[in-house]
């Protein structure tokens, strides 16, 4: 009965390969996030999709690709892979665009290691 | 471009005592967040201040939102060993955004 799921929980992978995170959650809600989270804890928004539409997209490199699916999924496609990219990576869900007062629900992350 | 600072970065404290983390940020807002990480795990949410003066309390933490001082607290009341984790504010950068940008962490060991 997991909220907001993701997987995989660890990808290692070398430079130049493609992969793909998936997410879905099951609470209803209408927006999904991507978020990276650095070596040093730090945590920035990557996309945000409302009801499949994307409307949040920060300065991130084009080899990073969400797809929505539908309301309840949101994917990350990364290609090329570069050493930079390892990082973990956080799907999250609100109840509505424009977070309403209600926080963020977490996905348990996915540990990037790109060698 | 929102600004969100936390300090101190690192906090060691002995259980049963007091401390407080602060969380500043540089443009106006009235929607902050609390969040707790432990090593290796998720985020979950503690606290959502959505006003100036608001004060939300659970167990021995406590959250306070001062918007037009740009400052949030977080108050940690005899402290045990439980709540050793990182600590993260979040501010939504302006009503309907849905976009929040993290503070620092703050990483609170206590100590037996």
């Known amino acids: 009965d997991t909220a907001v799921s993701q997987t995989p929980k660890y990808l290692v992978t070398q430079m130049g390969n493609d992969k793909s995170i998936k997410c879905e959650q099951n609470?209803?809600?209408?927006?999904m996030y991507w978020y990276k989270q650095d070596s040093k804890k730090f945590l920035k928004i990557m996309f945000s999709y409302n009801n499949k539409e994307l409307i949040i997209n920060e300065t991130v490199p084009n080899r990073f690709s969400p797809k929505s699916p539908d309301k309840a999924h949101l994917n990350l496609h990364i290609n090329s892979l570069e050493l930079g990219d390892s990082a973990v990576y956080f799907c999250?869900?609100?109840?509505?665009?424009?977070?309403?007062?209600?926080?963020?629900?977490f996905g348990n992350g996915t540990r990037l290691t790109v060698t | 471009e929102l600004k969100v600072e936390q300090n101190p970065l690192f906090l060691s404290m002995q259980e049963g005592k007091n401390y407080t983390i602060y969380c500043n940020y540089s443009t106006t807002s009235d929607r902050l967040y609390w969040y707790r990480q432990d090593p290796g795990k998720s985020l979950e949410s503690l606290f959502v201040?959505?006003?100036?003066?608001a004060v939300k309390q659970e167990g021995r933490l406590m959250a306070s939102l001062d918007t037009k001082a740009r400052l949030s607290t977080l108050h940690i009341t005899a402290a045990v060993h439980d709540l050793s984790a990182t600590y993260f504010c979040?501010?939504?950068?302006?009503?309907?955004?849905?976009?929040?940008?993290f503070g620092t962490g703050t990483r609170l060991t206590i100590i037996p």
């Open positions: 201040l959505l006003s100036n003066g």
């Open positions: 609470l209803g809600h209408d927006t």
């Open positions: 999250a869900s609100s109840q509505s665009q424009g977070l309403h007062n209600s926080p963020l629900h």
């Open positions: 979040a501010v939504e950068a302006g009503f309907g955004n849905e976009k929040l940008t």
